[in-house]
C-alpha cells in the first residue's frame, strides 16, 4: 500500500497536468456538493429588469433571457449533470462487471448470448440509441440515466470479458480452484480485483463520455426540461442569442461543461499512467 | 494455409453482417412497442373516441401477440411502409430519403476534413517525438474527445460568422439567393458541378464548410491519436529497421513500408469514429439548421411524433452496420494477411 501511494506521489509530483486534473476534479465535486449554497443568487428567480445582460461585477457570467444570474445556474446545474453521469456510469459499471466477467469465466453458451447482446447494442451509433431509448422509454430524467447506463454497458462488458478471458487459467486461479474454492467465489474474490485496476482508467475516461451523453440529450430537448438548471439545456437556450451577438449564455455553461468533461479525461489519462506505464502514448 | 479469393472473403464479410441487421430489426422493433402509454390512442390523436382507438389498435395489429406482431412489422418493412409521419403528412420513408443525401454529404465532408488533417499531424507527431508538434497533437487528442459538438458550432458561428463575418449565416444548406440544383445524386456539391454551376458550388460549400469543420473536429482527435500511437509502434519495429538497413530512402520507408502497415489501427478505428460522427451529426444539425434526417428526428421528438423516429432509428443503425461492413471490407484491401486463414 505504501509503495502504491509513493508511485501515486511520484506520477502527481512528475505530471503536473494530472495534478491539476485531480484539483480540478475535487473542485467540480466542491461546487456540486455545495451547490446552492454557494450560488450567489436564486439559479430560477427571474427578473425582467436585468434581462441579457452582458458579464458585469454584479453578475459574473451575465444574465439570460428572463435575468436570471447565468453563474449561479451554472453552479447549480453542476450537481445534476455530475449526478446523472454517475449514476448512469456506476450502473453499466456493475452490470457491465457482471456479465462480463461470466461471460469471459464460463465462456461456452453465456458468452455467446452476453456476446451477441452487446454486438446488438454496438450495432447502433450510440447516440441514436440514447435517443431512440428516451423517445421509447418518456422523457424524463430517470430515462436519460437508464439510456446513458445502456449505450455505456458494451464497453465495461467487451473490457472485463477479455481481462478475465486472459486470466481464466492462470496460476492463481487453478490454485484459488483446487484450495476449493467456487466458481462465485474465485469470481468475486480472485479474478475481479485483477481487472479493477485497468477499469478504473475506462471509468475516468467514460464518465467525460457520459456527462457529454447527458448534456447532447438535453440539448435537444430530451430528459431535463426547463427551467431546470442543465449545461446542454443552457446552451440550448442560448443558441439563439449567439446570432444574434448575445454570447454569455451560452459561452459559460458549454465552457464549464468541457472543462468537465477534459477534466475526466485527463484524470483518465493520468491514471492509465499510474496504473501501467506501458500504456502510455 | 489456405488463401482466399477476394470475392469469397466479401460474400463472407457480407454474410457476417446478417445477424447484426436482424438485431438492429428486433431491438428498433421493441423500441416501437414499448412507446409511452398507448400506442393506438397516440396515433388517434387526442380528440379520438374510445371505439376510433379500438380501431386503431386493430388496424395496427396492437391487438395481436407480441410474435404475430413482429411478423406484420417485417412485413411491413420489406415493403418499405415506416409509417407516416403526422407532422410532416408525408410518409416517413419519402421524408427519410430525401433528407438522407443532405446528412451524407455533411457526414462525409466532415470526415474528408478529419482525415484529410489527422492522418499528416499523427505522421508529423510520430517522427518528431516528443517536439512541440508532438505535444501540440497530443493535447489535441485528449481535448478533441472533450468538445460537445454543439458547442463547438455555436462559438464557430459566433466567431466566424457574427464577428468576423467571413461564413454565411447558419440555416440550412443554402442562402435564400439560391435554388438548390437538380437532385442527380442529392449531394449539393456534387450536382451543382455536374450542371457546371460554379456559383452554386461555391455557395453550397460555404454553407457546408463551418458544419463539416464542426463535425470533422470531434473525429479529428480519435483519429490523430491512434495514427500517431501506430506510426510509432511501425517506426520502431524490426521490418523498418531492416528497411533503413538496407538503404531504402526515407520517403519509401515512411510511406511505403510504415504507413501503409499503421493504417490498419486507424481503419479499425474509422468504426468507431462513425458511431460518434453518427451520433454528433444530430446535435451538429440542429446547431446549424441542416436539413437532414438527424433535425427531422429532432422535430419529431419535439412534436413528440413518433413513427419518424423509428424511422430514422433504423435508418441509422442500418446505415451504421453497411459502413461497419465496408470498412471491414477496406481492412481486407490494405491488409495483405487478412486474406489469409490459419
Same mark, same amino acid.
Given at each position: 500500500m505504501t509503495t502504491?501511494?509513493?508511485?501515486?506521489?511520484?506520477?502527481?509530483?512528475?505530471?503536473?497536468?494530472?495534478?491539476?486534473?485531480f484539483s480540478l476534479f475535487f473542485g467540480f465535486v466542491l461546487i456540486a456538493v455545495l451547490g446552492n449554497a454557494i450560488a450567489p443568487y436564486d439559479p430560477l428567480a427571474s427578473n425582467s429588469a436585468i434581462a441579457l445582460q452582458p458579464p458585469t461585477a454584479l453578475h459574473w457570467f451575465g444574465t439570460d433571457q428572463l435575468g436570471r444570474d447565468v453563474l449561479s445556474r451554472v453552479i447549480v446545474a453542476t450537481r445534476l449533470d455530475l449526478g446523472i453521469a454517475v449514476l448512469a456510469v456506476a450502473m453499466s459499471f456493475v452490470i457491465g462487471s457482471i456479465l462480463g466477467t461470466c461471460a469471459g469465466y464460463f465462456g461456452g453458451w453465456t458468452d455467446r448470448i452476453v456476446s451477441r447482446c452487446i454486438d446488438t447494442l454496438m450495432a447502433f451509433p450510440l447516440f441514436v440509441l440514447a435517443m431512440g431509448l428516451v423517445a421509447a422509454l418518456?422523457?424524463?430524467?430517470?430515462?436519460?440515466?437508464?439510456?446513458t447506463a445502456i449505450i455505456n454497458l458494451p464497453l465495461y462488458t467487451r473490457v472485463i470479458r477479455s481481462e478475465v478471458l486472459v486470466r481464466r487459467e492462470a496460476g492463481f486461479v487453478e490454485a484459488a480452484r483446487l484450495t476449493g474454492n467456487g466458481d462465485w467465489r474465485i469470481m468475486a474474490r480472485h479474478l475481479f480485483p485483477n481487472v479493477l485496476p485497468v477499469m478504473m482508467v475506462h471509468l475516468s475516461l467514460n464518465m467525460g463520455w457520459a456527462?457529454?451523453?447527458?448534456?447532447?440529450?438535453?440539448?435537444?430537448?430530451?430528459?431535463?426540461?426547463?427551467?431546470?438548471?442543465?449545461?446542454?439545456?443552457?446552451?440550448?437556450?442560448?443558441?439563439?442569442?449567439?446570432?444574434?451577438?448575445?454570447?454569455?449564455?451560452?459561452?459559460f455553461p458549454g465552457a464549464v461543461l468541457m472543462l468537465a468533461?477534459?477534466?475526466?479525461?485527463?484524470?483518465g489519462d493520468g491514471l492509465r499512467d499510474l496504473i501501467d506505464p506501458r500504456m502510455r502514448t | 494455409m489456405a488463401?482466399?479469393?477476394?470475392?469469397?472473403?466479401?460474400?463472407?464479410?457480407?454474410l457476417g453482417a446478417i445477424p447484426s441487421v436482424i438485431g438492429v430489426v428486433i431491438v428498433t422493433f421493441l423500441?416501437?412497442?414499448?412507446?409511452?402509454?398507448?400506442?393506438?390512442?397516440?396515433?388517434?390523436?387526442?380528440?379520438?373516441?374510445?371505439?376510433?382507438?379500438?380501431?386503431i389498435r386493430q388496424n395496427l395489429g396492437l391487438d395481436k401477440s407480441l410474435p404475430e406482431q413482429f411478423l406484420i412489422y417485417i412485413g411491413e418493412l420489406f415493403r418499405g411502409d415506416l409509417g407516416v409521419s403526422l407532422t410532416t403528412g408525408q410518409t416517413v420513408l419519402y421524408d427519410l430519403l430525401t433528407r438522407?443525401?443532405?446528412? *451524407?454529404?455533411?457526414?462525409?465532408?466532415?470526415?474528408?476534413?478529419?482525415?484529410?488533417?489527422?492522418?499528416?499531424?499523427?505522421?508529423?507527431?510520430?517522427?518528431?517525438p516528443n517536439s512541440w508538434i508532438d505535444h501540440g497533437v497530443r493535447l489535441l487528442a485528449t481535448a478533441g474527445v472533450s468538445l460537445p459538438t454543439f458547442f463547438t458550432g455555436l462559438f464557430l458561428i459566433y466567431v466566424l460568422y457574427y464577428l468576423w463575418g467571413i461564413v454565411p449565416a447558419p440555416l440550412g444548406r443554402l442562402d435564400i439567393l439560391n435554388s438548390p440544383p437538380p437532385q442527380i445524386t442529392g449531394f449539393y456539391l456534387i450536382d451543382s458541378l455536374l450542371i457546371g454551376d460554379l456559383g452554386l458550388f461555391w455557395a453550397a460549400a460555404a454553407q457546408l464548410f463551418l458544419p463539416a469543420v464542426t463535425l470533422g473536429l470531434f473525429a479529428l482527435a480519435p483519429l490523430a491519436r491512434v495514427t500517431r500511437a501506430s506510426m510509432l509502434g511501425m517506426l520502431s519495429s524490426d521490418f523498418i529497421r531492416t528497411a533503413r538497413a538496407s538503404g531504402l530512402p526515407p520517403r519509401q520507408v515512411l510511406f511505403g513500408y510504415a504507413f501503409r502497415n499503421a493504417m490498419l489501427p486507424v481503419v479499425t478505428t474509422l468504426g468507431v469514429v462513425f458511431s460518434f460522427l453518427l451520433g454528433a451529426n444530430i446535435?451538429?444539425?440542429?446547431?446549424?439548421?441542416?436539413?437532414?434526417?438527424?433535425?427531422?428526428?429532432?422535430?419529431?421528438?419535439?412534436?413528440?411524433?413518433?413513427?419518424?423516429?423509428?424511422?430514422?432509428?433504423?435508418?441509422?443503425?442500418? *446505415?451504421?452496420?453497411?459502413?461497419?461492413?465496408?470498412?471491414?471490407?477496406?481492412?481486407?484491401?490494405?491488409?495483405p494477411r487478412a486474406g489469409v486463414e490459419s
Open positions: 502504491t501511494l509513493k508511485h501515486t506521489r511520484y506520477i502527481i509530483s512528475q505530471n503536473g497536468i494530472t495534478f491539476g486534473a418518456g422523457n424524463s430524467i430517470e430515462n436519460i440515466i437508464y439510456a456527462i457529454l451523453n447527458a448534456a447532447g440529450l438535453s440539448f435537444i430537448g430530451l430528459g431535463v426540461q426547463p427551467p431546470t438548471a442543465e449545461w446542454g439545456i443552457m446552451v440550448a437556450e442560448g443558441a439563439t442569442y449567439i446570432v444574434s451577438g448575445e454570447w454569455w449564455l451560452a459561452l468533461v477534459f477534466c475526466f479525461n485527463l484524470l | 488463401r482466399y479469393s477476394t470475392g469469397k472473403i466479401v460474400g463472407r464479410r457480407i423500441l416501437t412497442r414499448s412507446l409511452p402509454g398507448d400506442p393506438a390512442a397516440f396515433f388517434a390523436g387526442p380528440a379520438a373516441t374510445a371505439e376510433a382507438i379500438e380501431e438522407l443525401p443532405a446528412s *451524407l454529404e455533411l457526414t462525409l465532408a466532415a470526415l474528408v476534413f478529419a482525415i484529410a488533417l489527422a492522418l499528416p499531424l499523427g505522421i508529423l507527431a510520430a517522427t518528431r446535435l451538429v444539425e440542429k446547431v446549424f439548421a441542416w436539413p437532414g434526417i438527424g433535425s427531422y428526428a429532432v422535430e419529431a421528438l419535439v412534436a413528440s411524433d413518433y413513427a419518424p423516429i423509428q424511422g430514422f432509428i433504423l435508418t441509422m443503425a442500418l *446505415l451504421y452496420v453497411v459502413l461497419n461492413l465496408l470498412i471491414d471490407l477496406l481492412y481486407v484491401v490494405i491488409d
